[in-house]
């Protein structure tokens, strides 16, 4: 099994344990803060994380499983401290970068109906990007 698959059962593990995820988007959103910015990419991390507690509270699940496995997986490798460029050095951060925007490849139209979905829900947009 390579690093590819083992990232995706992970992803796949913590989707299914909503205690788990919600420790994870915490330690996440803690290296967010930290982490000037690098690239529009990550811009997109706050609506991903949103978009995933959303989904295991249950208030919102109009997005195929395969969607927040892939968003649980990029998240994970942001998150991990075994980076193809590590995070202490200048650039550590496009990694991260490219990693989530392959991701946006894959679930644009997700998050787009999310933010929508976010908006009509509670009110809350998020201004600062594009989907």
Same mark, same amino acid.
């Given at each position: 099994m390579?690093?590819?698959? =083992?990232?995706?059962?992970?992803a796949?593990? &913590?989707? !299914?344990?909503?205690? !788990? &995820?919600?420790k +994870?988007?915490? !330690?996440?959103? @803690?290296k +967010?803060?930290? #982490?000037? =910015?690098?690239? /529009?990419a990550?811009?997109y991390?706050?609506? +991903?994380?949103s978009?995933? *507690?959303s989904? $295991? @509270? @249950?208030?919102y /699940?109009e997005v195929?499983?395969a969607? $927040?496995?892939? #968003?649980?997986?990029?998240?994970?490798?942001?998150?991990s401290?075994?980076? %193809? $460029?590590p995070? %202490?050095?200048?650039?550590?951060?496009?990694?991260d970068?490219v $990693?989530?925007?392959?991701c946006?490849?894959?679930?644009r139209?997700?998050?787009q109906?999310?933010? #929508?979905? *976010?908006k009509? %829900?509670?009110? !809350?947009t998020f201004? /600062?990007i594009?989907?």
């Open positions: 390579d690093d590819k698959d =083992k990232t995706y059962e992970e796949e593990g &913590l989707v !299914k344990d909503p205690d !788990k &995820l919600e +994870m988007l915490q !330690k996440l959103e @803690k +967010m803060e930290a #982490i000037p =910015k690098a690239g /529009n990550l811009a991390v706050p609506l +991903m994380v978009l995933v *507690r989904y $295991i @509270k @249950k208030e /699940n195929p499983v969607s $927040i496995v892939a #968003i649980v997986a990029a998240l994970l490798y942001v998150l401290p075994a980076d %193809f $460029i995070d %202490f050095l200048p650039a550590g951060y496009v990694d970068a $990693i989530v925007a392959g946006l490849v894959l679930v139209t997700d998050l109906d999310y933010r #929508i979905w *976010r009509d %829900f509670n009110g !809350k201004y /600062n594009l989907v």
